[in-house]
């Protein structure tokens, strides 16, 4: 039971990519949120995010030895080198669409934590799990509310947010399909079985769903490449504009 | 922003910090309901670690006393200095006066 250098790296290069992507996206909605309250706590969960992604990036450099820091993963890989959820990138969408992918990813990642935070292989991802799981909670639990609200709202934040699930359910495959990036995390205690973590998923999504009066989505084809470099067309844009400025000046600091 | 929350009504916020012995009014906002009350001040309010316990009241809740009472109410204390602790030495077991 081990794991090589080359796929540890690749681990926690894929969790940290997941939280800079998804805090990217989040970042977008500063000063356009529906009301200003909501704008801030949009933010704050984008600041969380990337805080995440820093230090998850920082520790994937380490494990990795050639030198690399967070903001050379971050801004100076090309996007067949991102090893994120497909989830994560897409769209934000309107407020319901960004609320509802936030509370389906943010529930994974919750419970992906919790086993962080617990497991002895890599101790300082320990660290930063136990950190991470506190916002994690808040996260779905906010995100939880929102679904909630907008689902058992209106007829019309009913249906729009239904119409949320259904396009964003196809992406959530690919967080519990097998793969070899988590195959041999798992085998050394870094993940738990992929079925274990669905089934945390699934007790806590099934019971918001169901107060927010919405339906789940039979499972179906699911799209996965996320993990192997393979993004959608949504992905090269935001790269562009994360990584413009770190392209132009390289090197710079202020 | 797209919307004004008009049809949600005013909170009034109130923050117990670390060394706070008491909640401290720390201003207001609009939610749908408490629940809604308390996250919104959580992210609006306690970004800085500036909280350990939060309340929230319906601002239409809470009875101010009216600015033209200001004469009657408070100006008669104006001349009864003796009503502040300054006339006896206070015992060092005394905390929090």
């Not at chain 1, 990217?24 to 805080?51: K, M, S, V």
């Not at chain 1, 030895?65 to 090893?83: K, N, P, S, V, W």
């Amino acid at each position: 039971m081990t794991v090589t250098q080359e796929q540890h790296f690749a681990f926690l290069l894929h969790l940290g990519d997941d939280a800079l992507v998804l805090g990217q996206r989040l970042g977008a909605w500063c000063g356009h949120g529906p009301i200003l309250e909501e704008d801030i706590a949009l933010t704050n969960l984008a600041l969380d995010c990337i805080g995440q992604a820093r230090t998850l990036l920082t520790r994937a450099g380490q494990v990795e030895g050639q030198g690399r820091t967070e903001d050379d993963l971050a801004y100076l890989r090309e996007e067949r080198a991102f090893r994120n959820h497909l989830l994560v990138e897409l769209p934000n969408g309107d407020f319901g669409d960004t609320l509802m992918r936030h509370l389906l990813y943010s529930t994974f990642a919750y419970h992906r934590m919790v086993h962080f935070a617990g497991q002895t292989f890599d101790q300082p991802l320990a660290e930063i799990a136990a950190r991470a799981v506190k916002e994690l909670a808040y996260h779905k639990a906010h995100a939880a509310d929102w679904v909630i609200r907008l689902g058992d709202g209106t007829r019309e934040s009913h249906d729009r947010v239904q119409s949320s699930l259904l396009r964003l359910w196809p992406y959530t495959g690919e967080l519990f399909l097998p793969h070899p990036v988590d195959a041999a995390a798992a085998e050394v205690g870094l993940l738990p079985p992929a079925p274990v973590l669905q089934a945390a998923w699934d007790a806590e999504i099934n019971p918001v769903l169901e107060a927010a009066t919405l339906t789940r989505p039979a499972d179906g084809w699911m799209h996965r490449g996320g993990k192997d470099g393979v993004h959608t067309e949504h992905m090269g844009y935001l790269l562009a504009e994360m990584q413009s400025i770190a392209r132009s000046h390289p090197g710079a600091t202020w | 922003m797209a919307t004004q929350p008009t049809d949600w009504p005013l909170w009034e916020i109130f923050v117990r910090s670390r060394q706070g012995l008491g909640h401290r009014h720390v201003g207001s906002l609009h939610a749908a309901d408490a629940a809604m009350a308390i996250q919104n001040a959580r992210d609006v309010y306690t970004r800085r670690q500036e909280g350990v316990s939060i309340w929230v009241v319906p601002a239409e809740q809470i009875v101010a006393s009216a600015p033209g009472d200001k004469e009657a109410l408070f100006d008669p204390s104006d001349d009864k200095i003796y009503r502040h602790p300054t006339f006896y030495v206070l015992p060092d077991a005394v905390k929090h006066m």
